[in-house]
């Protein structure tokens, strides 16, 4: 079973064709300018439940869409641009 997601631009399209764009938020307590690049970088809030996302169609339109997506099911709920 493959993700897909509906551009709103494209149609039903496989997630291989999108790039995930969280903007990670940087705890204030981390000082060290390595640390919080560390952080900005690699640590991803991985929320469980209901939550909007932002997705860029690399392979397509090349447009960013808003996805609001069921992480423990992976079930897109909608998807809009």
Do not use: K
Not at 12 to 21: D, K
């Amino acid at each position: 079973m493959s993700l897909h997601l509906s551009c709103p631009h494209c149609g039903r399209r496989p997630l291989q064709e999108f790039v995930y764009g969280e903007i990670p938020v940087v705890p204030d307590y981390i000082t060290d300018p390595d640390a919080r690049d560390l952080d900005r970088a690699f640590m991803r809030a991985n929320p469980e439940g209901e939550n909007l996302e932002r997705w860029f169609h690399t392979y397509g339109c090349r447009r960013w869409i808003t996805v609001r997506r069921d992480t423990r099911t992976d079930e897109v709920l909608e998807s809009y641009g």
